[in-house]
């Protein structure tokens, strides 16, 4: 008979038990979400969000609304009577088709400024691309260069530009706005054109390598097919981003729908009526656009069946069976004919339904690329006469170099950088704590039942569709300048955004442990706190940076439309055209959205 | 063209060891292959046959030895002379290697570039003669009525069989082909086979080709390089080869002499354990039948 040992009572083992040291993405999580409640708070103070500034605001609003109805749609006239007992009666009369039509016309300019700009983006990202993608880089140096001027192109918002050129070509009509938004672009364009690179798989381009192929021919013919219906879908959802964007350029003298806005806000009492209209306007164009380019991306996605989904496998079947079925009849009539009349009737490729689909789609891609341009006339014969002297000519103190903030002291321009970094983070807070309920609500393994998820999934959507800068634009208009009212429109735009990443990633999560928590008897609640969220948390985090960085950049943006803040300071160098200030707040922005990107960086590597 | 007399592919004292790795890929392999001939690399896998026939064409460089394909030192070419000698050898791979997302026949095209400059996007931008020449190279391996297809749509048989034709755009004299039909099915795979061999036959190419089925390269091949651990174990015709003795390549791979002694160490302990474990047996059983023997008469 063996004798068990005695064992040590067990308040000691469990004292004994060893406690490893956590996780660095555990630690980091963690982290950064604390920090950014912190910091968000600390924004919330920072903006004073007091009473007293919400029952301003409140005032603000029932102001700007009295004085925005009625609302003048274009095609009618509204007229004000003053009646004798001293109100004012409104008077609606229709005056006919003709500002409808320019309305159109603006849209149309608008569209076409957007897609030439975006084009031009596209096109001088490939080679930036190819630079910055680790595979087809040439050197490091080229890499670091190339990676440089993405960073540099996103950093720099394309109003900056838009101002520079218009003053650089004077009087070359759309060709500033078209450039501005073409290199501002290339720094989303070229980054996400370099990660389709370096996404692609190699053995095609070895075989071309192995058959003799040079760098040029390995690229074009091995690289190019693989990742063109990418790069179709970036430069797609560019343009969207742009078309936003443009509501802002509007302020710098930028044609368009922006610059009817701009007109509007300060067109007086007749103006704040047309404000309504032109936002409304603005909004559906968005959602249209937005629409119209989703749907040609996954029609360009969905022509590629690769994946292992159900459908992909279904439609790679059928027309693996068609290719079959062809081939087995024209081998039956090809056996007839000689080998050489085979080869020549095989010279023209038929005119079968996908050719002539293929045909359709990619002229009327050019057809629109090139319309836009030929629509929007840029004057570029003046690209080849700069005026440099309106830009640097020391005889009239005008200069890029060196840079100062002017009358400004290091001081105020660090309030105005604190400001926009506490709307961004008011922002993100604000965003985050929403999307914390919706978020989840629309996740089907958390949601109780489909009714609540779909409920949540179409708010969020709403939020999504409803482009965040311009309802921000409308909320500082309607609000008063100002930062809370940025912060307030950024934080509920984010909700769109952050909330549909984080339901995607609770449905991503492995339903393993959710089951086996569910058969151990816990509810609903239980199951999501114990399982779905602590196994989500990394996600999230990573999308939580990812809206902060969307944030500090829209809050700089917004500070050009009245929220204050460093783009406040940017956009009256660019009025006063004082260059080299324009060139010291570039840099600070610069340096503030590289400082961003690299934490951001260093997080989503440490949550790997 | 090469002389007849002069080997198409002479390799001497090869070496390659990968950065960062510790034990060379390949390590002193000498061997030449005369024109005309149908060579296979047998192997386990890791032995080194995809990078001894990456190191035919350039895509790897040595680091020891020389490689000298078609008269050429490979590792002393750059640039256009490299490109121009690549031109030569055809390469067939495992996974066929075609560009998905573009037509069969460009794909074939694609084997053509070398004798072209500058990239090339599309059909019809390739000269009207080697359009010709590859649907007549398509209509070769069958598969002419698929032309205008997108390659990712055809089976894997069909895709190596476009591989192949794409080679045979090169007009190559030398053959590379590594594990070609590794990824097909039993059917596709014979079809692939028989189609590589009748071709080599027509145009009296040298083909250098790496297998796993010891029956198939037995009778596929004239001649036999077995590779254990980047070293040349077995160089025979297949004439006088029995199937056992193939078989000894993928005996137990031993790379170094150190790594032999200590698997010679291995075996004399497992030996001697074996050894003192009978004689412990053999000790309980001869105590068992004394106490039998000494019950018994009770």
């Known amino acids: ?85 001293g109100t004012t009666a409104y008077v609606t009369t229709w005056v006919g088709f003709e500002p409808i039509w320019q309305m159109f016309l603006t849209i149309v300019i608008t569209l076409a400024l957007v897609i030439a700009g975006t084009a031009l983006a596209a096109v001088l990202s490939v080679p930036v691309a190819y630079g910055a993608a680790r595979n087809t880089t040439p050197h490091a140096a080229v890499l670091a260069l190339c990676r440089g001027i993405g960073v540099v192109a996103r950093a720099v918002p394309d109003i900056v530009f838009v101002v520079v050129f218009a003053i650089l070509w004077f009087n070359s009509g759309t060709l500033p706005a078209i450039v501005a938004i073409g290199l501002h672009s290339v720094g989303m364009i070229s980054k996400m054109f370099a990660d389709a690179i370096e996404q692609i798989d190699e053995g095609p381009r070895l075989a071309i390598r192995s058959a003799g192929g040079s760098k040029a021919q390995e690229f074009w013919s091995g690289i190019v097919p693989q990742v063109l219906p990418a790069w179709i879908a970036v430069a797609l ?32 009492p007749a103006g704040m009526r047309r404000v309504i209209p032109l936002v409304v306007i603005i909004i559906v164009l968005c959602v249209l656009f937005e629409i119209v380019s989703s749907l040609l991306r996954t029609r360009l996605l969905g022509v590629q069946p690769t994946g292992k989904g159900i459908g992909d496998t279904v439609s790679r079947a059928v027309s693996r069976k068609q290719a079959a079925g062809t081939g087995s009849v024209s081998t039956g009539s090809a056996r007839t004919l000689d080998r050489h009349a085979r080869i020549e009737a095989a010279m023209h490729r038929p005119w079968d339904r996908s050719r002539i689909g293929n045909t359709v789609w990619i002229w009327l ?88 998820r779909n409920t949540f999934r179409g708010i969020a959507l709403v939020i999504r569709a409803i482009p965040d800068l311009v309802v921000a634009i409308l909320f500082i208009i309607a609000a008063g300048i100002g930062p809370q009212a940025g912060a ?52 999230m985090v990573s999308h939580l940076m990812y809206l902060l960085e969307q944030n500090i950049r829209s809050a ?53 | 063209m090469t002389n007849s007399d002069t080997p198409a592919v002479r390799i001497t004292d090869l070496g390659k060891t990968y950065p960062g790795a510790k034990s060379p890929a390949l390590e002193g392999v000498s061997l030449s292959v005369e024109p005309g001939e149908i060579v296979v690399l047998l192997g386990l896998s890791g032995s080194g046959k995809s990078t001894l026939l990456r190191h035919v064409n350039g895509l790897e460089t040595p680091t ?33 290697e075609l560009v998905g997302a573009l037509s069969v026949l460009e794909n074939v095209l694609t084997g053509g570039l070398a004798t072209l400059r500058g990239p090339r996007v599309g059909v019809l931008t390739y000269p009207r003669a080697l359009r010709e020449k590859a649907l007549g190279h398509l209509d070769r391996v069958g598969l002419l009525e698929f032309a205008y297809q997108r390659a990712d749509q055809l089976s894997g048989g069909q895709q190596q069989r476009v591989a192949i034709a794409r080679a045979l755009m ?59 651990g980047g070293r040349v174990v077995l160089d025979t015709s297949t004439d006088d080869l029995t199937r056992e003795e193939v078989m000894e390549i993928y005996g137990r791979v031993a790379t170094t002499t150190s790594e032999i002694a200590a698997l010679e160490d291995e075996l004399a302990e497992a030996r001697e354990q074996i050894r003192t474990r009978e004689a412990e047996r053999s000790a309980a059983r001869e105590r068992l039948t004394e106490d039998f023997a000494n019950e018994e008469p009770a």
Not at chain 1, 239 to 268: F, K, Q
Not at chain 1, 523 to 533: A, I, K, P, W
Not at chain 1, 560 to 579: E, P, S, T
Not at chain 2, 176 to 194: I, K, R, T
């Open chain 1, 365 to 452: 891609g050019i057809l629109v690329v090139v319309g836009a341009f030929v629509y929007a006339a840029p004057d570029v014969t003046k690209m080849f006469a700069p005026t440099w002297s309106e830009l640097v000519d020391p005889a009239r103190d005008r200069a890029v170099w060196p840079p100062h903030f002017g009358s400004r002291s290091w001081a105020d321009v660090m309030g105005a950088v604190i400001t926009t970094i506490q709307i961004a983070f008011a922002a993100t807070l604000m965003g985050a704590i929403i999307s914390a309920v919706v978020g989840p609500l629309s996740a089907r393994n958390v949601a109780p039942n489909s009714w609540v």
């Open chain 1, 1 to 85: 008979m063996t004798t068990l040992a005695e064992r040590p009572v067990l308040g000691g083992r469990l004292a004994s038990v060893p406690r490893p040291a956590p996780r660095l993405s555990t630690i980091v999580s963690y982290g950064v979400i604390i920090a950014i409640l912190a910091l968000g708070v600390w924004s919330f103070i920072g903006l004073d969000y007091s009473l007293k500034s919400l029952d301003t605001t409140g005032k603000n609003i029932s102001r700007f609304l009295t004085m925005a109805t009625p609302m003048q749609w274009p095609g009618w006239e509204v007229a004000g009577e003053r009646q004798a007992d």
């Open chain 2, 170 to 228: 090169q007009d190559p004299e030398i053959l590379l082909a590594d594990e070609p039909v590794a990824s097909l099915d039993p059917e596709s795979s014979s079809q692939v086979m028989a189609l590589i061999r009748e071709i080599a036959a027509e145009r009296s190419l040298t083909v250098i080709c790496s297998l796993h089925q010891v029956d198939l390269a037995l009778s596929w091949g004239d001649r036999i390089l077995g590779l254990r």
């Open chain 2, 64 to 96: 020891k030895g020389a490689v000298v394909s078609l008269g050429e030192t490979v590792a002393d070419l750059r640039g256009r002379d490299l490109r121009a000698l690549r031109g030569r050898i055809g390469f067939i791979f495992q996974q066929f």
């Open chain 1, 556 to 608: 700089t943006l917004l500070g050009i439309v009245g929220a204050g803040g460093i783009g406040f300071l940017l956009l009256n160098a660019l009025q006063g055209r004082h260059f080299d200030e324009v060139l010291a707040y570039v840099l600070v922005i610069i340096g503030m959205v590289v400082l961003v990107e690299s934490a951001s960086i260093l997080i989503r590597r440490a949550l790997k």
């Open chain 1, 488 to 539: 307030l429109a950024l934080g509920i735009g984010g909700v769109g955004l952050l909330a549909k990443l984080i339901g995607d990633s609770m449905e991503e999560v492995p339903n393993g442990p959710e089951r086996a928590l569910v058969a151990g008897g816990s509810t609903r609640t239980q199951v999501f706190f114990s399982s779905t969220m602590p196994m989500s948390v990394p996600a």
């Open chain 1, 237 to 268: 959802h560019r343009a969207d981003i742009n078309l936003r964007g443009t509501v802002i350029l509007g302020v710098v003298g930028v044609v368009g729908i922006g610059y009817e806005l701009d007109g509007a806000l300060h067109g007086g």
